[in-house]
């Protein structure tokens, strides 16, 4: 059990740019979870897959966001046209049972 | 709405001092309740859950919490802290419906500071 892996663990960017993230969670993991968290702030749901399919999406997530699994294995968070409000840590989060376990966070800072 | 109200932003205890964080809970019926820490630049480790049964749960590093249904809270706590404590502390609920997405909802979170 290597746990929940993200890369890249901090991305600095410039506003307008794309980025993308990478998530790999646990082998054994289905689900898997995004979330955001704000300086201050507790974590925040964004979006839900389970295997390869993306069931639910908050409506946090804007139409710049956008978010696959293709194998049901890794996942990657996109967003477009970044935006000095989406500076924040991005979670991933797989799930065993009614645990999930987090990876160490994606830091994007948007100058 | 779910919600999930941690009342203290920042806390500070002595080592060797006990703690109690407070945490309590909005849901429209028993939720899953974990409590995680998040050290700084890192993210957040399971300390404890409660799905069912006995109320007070035990979890890693000497941590405990009670649920109290009456209350809706979920308290942490642990008898003695070490300055390894230090970090940022948070409750969040989930459904106990596995069928659904079972996403969390978090509380802001409680900042300890452990003083030597």
């Known amino acids: 059990d290597t746990g929940v892996s993200q890369n890249p663990r901090h991305k600095i960017t410039k506003r307008g740019q794309n980025v993308t993230f990478r998530c790999d969670p646990i082998s054994e993991h289905n689900r898997l979870y995004w979330y955001r968290q704000t300086l201050g702030q507790g974590p925040e749901f964004l979006t839900y897959f389970q295997n390869e399919a993306q069931l639910e999406k908050s409506r946090l997530l804007s139409d710049r966001f956008s978010a696959e699994r293709p194998k049901g294995s890794f996942s990657t968070l996109e967003i477009q046209r970044t935006e000095q409000g989406d500076s924040a840590m991005y979670l991933c989060a797989s799930r065993r049972g009614g645990e999930q376990y987090f990876g160490p966070g994606t830091r994007l800072t948007v100058t | 709405a779910q919600s999930v109200t941690q009342p203290d932003i920042h806390i500070t205890v002595s080592e060797g001092a006990s703690l109690e964080l407070r945490c309590n809970y909005s849901y429209g019926a028993t939720p899953y309740l974990f409590w995680y820490v998040q050290s700084p630049g890192q993210g957040l480790q399971l300390l404890l859950k409660?799905?069912?049964?006995?109320?007070l749960v035990q979890g890693i590093k000497g941590f405990e919490a009670e649920f109290k249904r009456s209350q809706s809270s979920f308290n942490l706590r642990k008898p003695s802290v070490h300055w390894s404590d230090a970090a940022e502390y948070f409750c969040a609920v989930g459904p106990i419906n596995t069928g659904t997405a079972s996403k969390l909802t978090f509380g802001t979170g409680t900042r300890l500071q452990v003083t030597l």
């Open positions: 409660y799905f069912s049964g006995d109320t």
